[in-house]
């Protein structure tokens, strides 16, 4: 008989993550301050990448969750879900009727869907890191 021995992520993963993340939406965020776009417009483009975080991080909580056995009603995990896709719709019409150049609308699109992606990952390596101090409080990363 073999035991498995648990790992978690590598500091290269959880570092390629951060940066991801940060790379992302500081990228977005940078191209927001310079539009030259009204302040609502770009308050508008601002809480879409807000809103898409806090969504793709809840919906990355709430299937590992339910993953792991801890309950996770169905409607926040139907909520979840609706938040992302609306967030993503929101952003797709938002570009799809802005006065931008077809490159600019492509650059808030990868840089928000690369937010999303990293939100996501750096979330579960959070809770990897976690799970695995929980299960060998003696090993640290």
Same mark, same amino acid.
């Given at each position: +008989?073999? =035991? ?12 390629? /993550? ?9 990228? %977005?965020?940078?191209? $927001?301050?310079? @539009? *030259? ?7 508008? %483009?601002? =809480?879409? $990448?807000? %809103?898409?975080? #806090?969504? @793709?991080?809840?919906?990355?909580? *709430? ?9 996770? =009603?169905? +409607? %926040? ?7 992302? $896709? ?23 699109? +990868?840089?928000?869907?690369? *937010?999303? #992606?990293? /939100?996501? =990952? ?7 890191? @976690?799970? $695995?101090? /929980? ?7």
């Amino acid at each position: +008989m073999t =035991t498995k021995t648990q790992q978690g992520p590598t500091a290269a993963f959880i570092g390629a /993550a951060w940066l991801a993340l940060l790379a992302g939406t500081a990228t %977005y965020l940078i191209g $927001l301050w310079n @539009a *030259s776009m009204q302040l609502n417009e770009k308050g508008y %483009y601002f =809480t879409i $990448l807000m %809103y898409g975080l #806090f969504a @793709a991080i809840s919906l990355q909580k *709430s299937v590992r969750d339910r993953n792991d056995g801890i309950p996770v =009603t169905g +409607m %926040y995990f139907g909520l979840c879900w609706f938040s992302v $896709l609306l967030s993503i719709l929101l952003l797709v019409v938002g570009l799809w009727n802005a006065t931008l150049a077809p490159s600019e609308k492509g650059f808030y699109a +990868m840089a928000f869907l690369l *937010s999303l #992606f990293a /939100a996501v =990952t750096v979330q579960k390596n959070v809770r990897d890191v @976690a799970a $695995l101090k /929980a299960v060998n409080p003696e090993q640290s990363n």
